[in-house]
């Protein structure tokens, strides 16, 4: 079936060849949101428990990752607003004072594929550009992140500011090489994932 091909050339990170089989897909007379949903969030979900369970490495998800992009540039233009239901906005970024973004790209990519808009602020980003652009962007979930325990602390001001100025409304997810659970309990955030993948299905289940 197409749609079990789709899944494999995702997972085996073929770009190119994936944006062939989605086009032939759509000849065949598949709609995008079955494209999306049976083929490569499925693939997606493998390469997330994959990666989770120390199966595959980042260089494998990036792959898997470049060949997502690859068949949604296909299925874009195509893409009528409510065809693929959007699960929540989830605004992300580096804290302050940290330049580290490998982690933080890799949870993009796994809340993309999960059906989350993502607003990506990048690296080095102040509590006040987080909260402001999830009041702006209506956005659910603030997702932080820190390599470095001397940039992890600046997680609470996000989760202080964000209480005070959303009411709570906005939840703030954190996660990084030094952060812990225990650290997430102390600051008050709403919670904390190990890697990517977990990061995906804790969104899930703060929108739910």
């Known amino acids: 079936m ?13 770009a190119p060849v994936l944006a062939d089989t989605v086009k032939k897909a759509l000849d065949e007379g598949y709609v995008p949101a079955q494209i999306i949903n049976g083929g490569l969030i499925k ?3 493998v390469i997330g428990e994959r990666f989770k369970n120390n199966e595959v490495f980042v260089p494998e998800v990036m792959m898997a990752a470049r060949a997502m992009k690859a068949a949604m540039e296909v299925l874009k233009p195509l893409l009528k607003s409510g065809d693929v239901s959007e699960k929540g906005t989830v605004v992300i970024g580096t804290v302050k004072g940290d330049q580290h973004d490998i982690g933080k790209n890799l949870v993009a990519i796994m809340l993309e594929s999960k059906g989350f808009r993502v607003i990506d602020l990048g690296v080095n980003v102040a509590p006040e550009k987080y909260v402001e652009t999830a009041i702006k962007e209506n956005a ?4 932080c992140s820190a390599l470095l325990t001397t940039t992890m602390i600046n997680m609470k001001a996000v989760v202080e ?20 659970q225990s650290f997430c309990d102390q ?5 904390y994932s190990e890697d990517a993948a977990a990061a995906a299905e804790l969104a899930e289940r703060l929108v739910s």
């Open 43 to 45: 693939g997606m979900d």
């Open 161 to 180: 500011l964000a209480k005070e100025k959303t009411d709570s409304k906005v939840k703030v997810m954190i996660g990084g090489a030094p952060v812990t």
């Open 140 to 143: 659910d979930i603030i997702a």
């Open 2 to 14: 197409i749609l079990d091909e789709i899944s494999e050339q995702l997972i085996i990170g073929r």
């Open 187 to 191: 600051i008050g955030a709403d919670g």
